[in-house]
């Protein structure tokens, strides 16, 4: 057998071998935060529920990457402390090279960080305390505004200025003409990629395309309920059915059904998208949450 096989054999058995490093973390860190639930405010649980799985998860892909691409030791550090993205491959690859921003982009994620801090400062203090739902609803938008497209829109920006693979976590999901585009290419690009290489891409062979990506929004109704009725001490199962019912979506979009009908594709497709998305959000973002957690927490950063 030629030494480069064995090599490779080789390789590929250490990597086996030690696999369970890669799993340690996501098995060890969100029993540790569980722990300490009765111990925190429902606001400060759900974040550092939250940064566990997170964490952990982040971990994980670098671990399964790091003896497929080689790199240097700055990108490892790099993509763990300073990259919110999942792709931890394209992140390592020295070889993948993306050409610098263009300046509307940068232009475009300042906007959006600062609207997102103006709705949270400002405009959530402008409602009144007889609204509670709607102060919560109005500081969500701002976080994701200041976080989701501001603040990871100008790291990622900041990589691809260096020439690192750092695609964005969002891609302009409203301008999505589906609701398969809008969870599939658009929206939380990170957690797309980690579903699909740890569940989508090792069981499609054998259950189908089709059963393979509803059970990726199985994963993500479940974990979405971990990190957001379990902090609230209620509305278990909402987010759950929320991924459920975008899973049965895309189905139906896909099915002959939906192809007859138009809807994966033109203002057709995306009427269908916003009615999926929107009717049942309050399934998703659930009023315990709200009440419980997001405004506790916007009371929180305001006496700051």
């Known amino acids: ?9 080789e390789s590929a058995e250490v990597s ?3 696999s369970w490093i890669g799993w340690l973390p996501i098995s060890v860190l969100p029993l540790m935060a569980v722990a300490c639930r009765n111990l925190l405010p429902p606001w400060v649980f759900m974040w550092v529920l939250s940064f566990a799985i997170y964490l952990s998860l982040k971990w994980l892909t670098w671990w399964r990457a790091r003896s497929r691409i080689a790199h240097s030791a700055w990108r490892s550090a790099a993509y763990l402390l300073g990259w919110p993205g999942m792709d931890a491959e394209a992140f390592l690859d020295a070889s993948q090279r993306v050409s610098p921003p263009a300046p509307s ?32 609803w109005v500081a969500m938008l701002g976080l994701i505004l200041l976080l989701h497209f ?27 003409t589906s609701l398969g585009e809008f969870w599939g290419k658009r929206w939380n690009l990170g ?37 957001i009725s379990l902090p609230a001490r209620g509305g278990y199962g909402l987010p759950t ?3 459920l ?14 192809k007859r009908r138009g809807l994966g594709y033109g203002m057709r497709g ?17 009023p315990w949450f709200v009440l419980r957690v997001i405004l506790p927490f916007m009371r929180a950063i305001h006496a700051l």
């Open 150 to 176: 501001g603040t990871f829109q100008i790291v990622s920006l900041l990589w691809q200025n260096i020439g690192v693979k750092a695609e964005p976590i969002m891609s302009a999901p409203l301008r999505s």
């Open 191 to 227: 957690f797309r990629q980690l579903a699909h290489e740890l569940i989508f891409r090792p069981l499609h062979r054998t259950l189908g395309a089709g059963a393979a990506g509803f059970l990726v929004f199985v994963a993500s109704g479940l974990i979405h309920d971990f990190v």
């Open 105 to 136: 982009t940068w232009l475009w994620a300042i906007i959006e960080t600062v609207l997102g801090a103006i709705l949270i400062w400002v405009v959530t203090r402008s409602i009144p305390q007889e609204e509670p739902l709607m102060r919560g």
């Open 1 to 9: 057998m030629p030494l480069s096989e064995t090599n490779e054999i």
């Open 270 to 286: 995306w009427c269908f998208m916003v009615v999926f998305l929107t009717v049942p959000i309050f399934w998703l973002f659930h």
């Open 16 to 18: 086996r071998g030690s």
């Open 241 to 243: 059915l929320y991924f």
């Open 245 to 258: 019912l975008q899973g049965a979506g895309v189905t139906v979009e896909r099915s002959r059904f939906g």
